[in-house]
């Protein structure tokens, strides 16, 4: 079964800084990946996702990007960050053409002062 | 947007059934319904999915209507473990990949 790694777990940054979240999968290959965002007591919102290497799909428009420069490498960066990019950020993953069964990472909770 | 609705929240007693609704009015003959859970401050976990046919695994059963419109998910003996938000999700399709956009859940709450 995949394993998700995201790092770091907790961040605080300020206002204007950059951002640089990572995410890595183990025991797949060829995952689609996914990147969240949970705003305190919202849903989850679904930022981007790829289905390869160098494939970025973004679903909102916002001051994030994403990139995936490894097959199990997925980044999430910004390069001046907002107040309201604050949350909590979550990696998923899938693979395969079956069931849309998503394994989801610890998360990153990101704070902007 | 989620093509989803679910109660807010809901309150269940220990040992007992949780039964956890969902309404998917505009779900498409071909497209799955899934459920989740997310325990406060992780990320959520995978439950059980389905297209037509009532599903059962080690974790919950899932319930779905004759005319797939709406779902119940039904947690057979819940414990204090089981309080989390549930997700209740239809695919969404178009795009690369088919994706699952969350709404904002039912909190569960088991009470002792």
């Known amino acids: 079964s995949q394993t998700i790694h995201q790092w770091p777990a907790t961040l605080v940054q300020p206002v204007g800084s950059p951002l640089s979240l990572e995410c890595t999968v183990e025991?797949?290959?060829?995952?689609?990946l996914y990147w969240y965002r949970q705003a305190a007591g919202r849903g989850l919102q679904l930022l981007f996702y790829?289905?390869?290497?160098g494939q970025i799909s973004s679903e909102v428009p916002q001051n994030l990007s994403a990139s995936r420069p490894q097959d199990r490498q997925f980044i999430l960066s910004s390069k001046k960050l907002l107040l309201s990019d604050s949350g909590f950020y979550l990696c998923?993953?899938?693979w395969g053409y079956g069931a849309n069964v998503l394994t989801f990472g610890a998360g990153s909770r990101l704070t902007v002062l | 947007d989620a093509k989803t609705t679910q109660p807010t929240s809901m309150d269940c007693a220990e040992g007992r059934a949780a039964n956890l609704p969902c309404n998917h009015s505009?779900?498409?003959?071909?497209?799955?319904v899934y459920w989740y859970r997310q325990i406060h401050s992780q990320g959520p976990q995978y439950i059980i999915h389905?297209?037509?046919n009532n599903e059962t695994n080690e974790m919950a059963s899932l319930i779905i209507t004759e005319d797939r419109k709406s779902s119940t998910l039904i947690l057979p003996h819940a414990t204090l473990r089981d309080t989390a938000v549930y997700y209740c999700?239809?695919?969404?399709?178009?795009?690369?990949?088919?994706?699952?956009?969350f709404g904002t859940g039912t909190l569960l709450a088991v009470q002792p």
């Open positions: 999700i239809v695919e969404n399709y178009g795009g690369a990949t088919n994706k699952l956009i």
């Open positions: 025991g797949t290959s060829n995952p689609n």
């Open positions: 998923a993953c899938n």
């Open positions: 505009t779900i498409s003959g071909n497209e799955y």
């Open positions: 790829s289905v390869g290497i």
């Open positions: 389905g297209l037509k």
